[in-house]
Nanobody, 124 residues
């Protein structure tokens, strides 16, 4: 089993920055793609960003391009999401997930391990 634990979510003003972290434990050997998703109240969970096993390839949803950066430290089994220029519409519970394979994926169907989420609130 793999356990994913997110942290870093909090209340921030619009225009501010946050860095989310996701620490993996358990059977973390081997290279897998990782991703961040978010879910706002009353909305479906949506893809935010993904990174391949080595960290060399990243992919973002259009609404966060140029503002968010996904990265990973494989030695520490940790995934990050640096969020800058936050907007009220970025407010959501953010989830990290581990993919079944090594690449970048925007569909939640390609992920089989999920964290419990961390709340990001953005005040206008």
């Amino acid at each position: 089993q793999v356990r994913l634990v997110e942290s870093g979510g909090r209340l921030v003003q619009a225009g501010g920055s946050l860095r989310l972290s996701c620490e993996a434990s358990g059977r973390t050997s081997g290279g897998y793609g990782m991703g961040w998703f978010r879910q706002a109240p009353g909305k479906e969970r949506e893809f935010v960003a993904a990174i391949n096993w080595s960290g060399e390839i990243t992919y973002y949803t259009d609404s966060v391009k140029g503002r968010f950066t996904i990265s990973r430290n494989n030695a520490q089994n940790t995934l990050y999401l640096q969020m800058n220029s936050l907007r009220p519409e970025d407010a959501a519970v953010y989830y990290c997930a581990r993919a079944v394979l090594t690449g970048v994926y925007s569909s939640s169907r390609n992920y089989n391990y999920w964290g419990q989420g961390t709340q990001v609130t953005v005040s206008s």
